[in-house]
């Protein structure tokens, strides 16, 4: 029997003119946190949410999560309005809140299990041990939280998000004040989950993080969405390149030649040469450099990272 129901969403995420104002507390003053996002995360993308301390991120995940009431807007979740089908919406997310927050008097294995329990997911059906295993958690599970470390108990929150194997997977700054070694096996997982078709939504700061892991980018800032695009083509917004030369002997300034560029002398004695790598090519640049008499020692060229992007859509 065909079952309109059951199709699958384009949009894992769509969220539309969402603005919350925290009103006054003792702890804090009353504040705009957003001031009219959308937001639309595409099925089976690992998206990035990008900004800087305060900028609304985890508002913006803890309304997603049900946790604070928006002001006003509209979010949908995996096809659901989380207004008008609030268990729908939500048991399409599976949220790893920033805070680690864990009950440090069960196992590992007991807290899945009450987990599932809260998600209603029949005991038949709970894969407790395969995600514990999945984790590297499969030889802590009797242990007591409270004696796990830091790292394990990320990873025991991220296992906590998955036992009703939702279709989204929201990670709030899973990497923050982790170690190497656990952000590597966190995001080998992330993208495995990834591959399987889960679609993944993680905040950050770290801008390489992003960068390497996103598909697409929304950067956030000051509660607003200052640029939502695919990964590449937030890079090719900045379609320069920067040659960089180390002279033979010092220069004592920019030679002739390039000063209708963007070239200037950097301070350890670097020439350095910004160009759209579009419109002109290394060659002529080298060519150029050979007439000005400028003996090359060594040379590198540089590309753009999202921390340019970053800067040039932020910096008010
Ligand atoms: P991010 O996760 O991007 O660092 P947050 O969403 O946590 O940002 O915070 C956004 C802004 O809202 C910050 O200025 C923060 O101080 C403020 N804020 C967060 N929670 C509350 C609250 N409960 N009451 C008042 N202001 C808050
Ligand atoms: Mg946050």
Redesign the pocket.
Known sequence: MPDSSSALPDLAIDVTGLTKT?AA?KK?PA?Q?LKGVDLAVPRGSVFGLL?P???????LINILAGLVNKTSGSVKIWGADADKRPREARAALGIVP?EINMDPFFTPRETLELMAGFYGVPAPERRTDEILDALGLGDKKHAYVRQLSGGMKRRLMVAKALVHTPPILILDEPTAGVDVELRRSLWEYVRKLNANGTTVVL?THYLEEAQEMCDQIAIINHGAVAACEPTPKLLRRLNYKTLVVRPETELTGVPAAFSGLDASIRKDGQLAIAYKSDATTIEQLLAKLRDAGVKIGDLATEEPDLEDVFMALTSN
């Open positions: 925290y507390s804090m504040k946190a900004g301390n305060g900028a609304g991120k985890s508002t920033q905040t």
